[in-house]
C-alpha cells in the first residue's frame, strides 16, 4: 500500500494563502489518481480536488473552483493544493489519498490515506 506524507498546513487569516504537498512512496496501479478531501468538526469529509498521475488532468469541487489549483510534480511523487483566498469555511482537517482510478472524487475509491494536515482559517 503506498505511503502518503502530507505536509504544509497551518493558521491563516481569511483571504490569505497556504499550499499542501502530499508525497508519495511510490507511484503503482494504485495511486492512478491523487486527491485531497478535508474534514471539518462534526462533518463529513468531502472531496476538494484531485489530479491523475498520467494526464494531469484536474477535478475540482465546486466550492473551491477558481480559488484552489491541484498540481503534481512526477519526478518528485508529489501533489500539491495551492489555497488561495481562503475563507473560515475552509477551515478542517485536509487528506490526501490515492486511488486506482483516473478522476476519483468518491472517498470510497480511495485506498490510501495520509494523516491529515489542520488548515484554520480566521475571519
Known amino acids: 500500500q503506498v505511503q502518503l506524507v502530507e505536509s504544509g498546513g497551518g493558521l491563516v487569516q481569511a483571504g490569505g494563502s497556504l499550499r499542501l504537498s502530499c508525497t508519495a512512496s511510490?507511484?503503482?496501479?494504485?495511486?492512478?489518481?491523487m486527491g485531497w478531501f478535508r474534514q471539518a468538526p462534526g462533518k463529513e469529509r468531502e472531496f476538494v480536488a484531485a489530479i491523475n498521475w498520467s494526464d494531469g488532468n484536474p477535478y475540482y469541487a465546486d466550492s473551491v473552483k477558481g480559488r484552489f489549483t491541484i498540481s503534481r510534480h512526477n519526478a518528485k511523487n508529489t501533489v500539491y493544493l495551492q489555497m488561495n483566498s481562503l475563507k473560515p469555511e475552509d477551515t478542517g482537517v485536509y487528506y490526501c489519498?490515492?486511488?486506482?482510478?483516473?478522476?476519483?472524487?468518491?472517498?470510497?475509491?480511495?485506498?490510501?490515506w495520509g494523516q491529515g494536515t489542520q488548515v484554520i482559517v480566521s475571519s
Open positions: 489519498a490515492a486511488s486506482p482510478f483516473r478522476g476519483g472524487t468518491n472517498p470510497g475509491s480511495f485506498g490510501s
Open positions: 511510490e507511484r503503482t496501479f494504485s495511486n492512478n489518481c
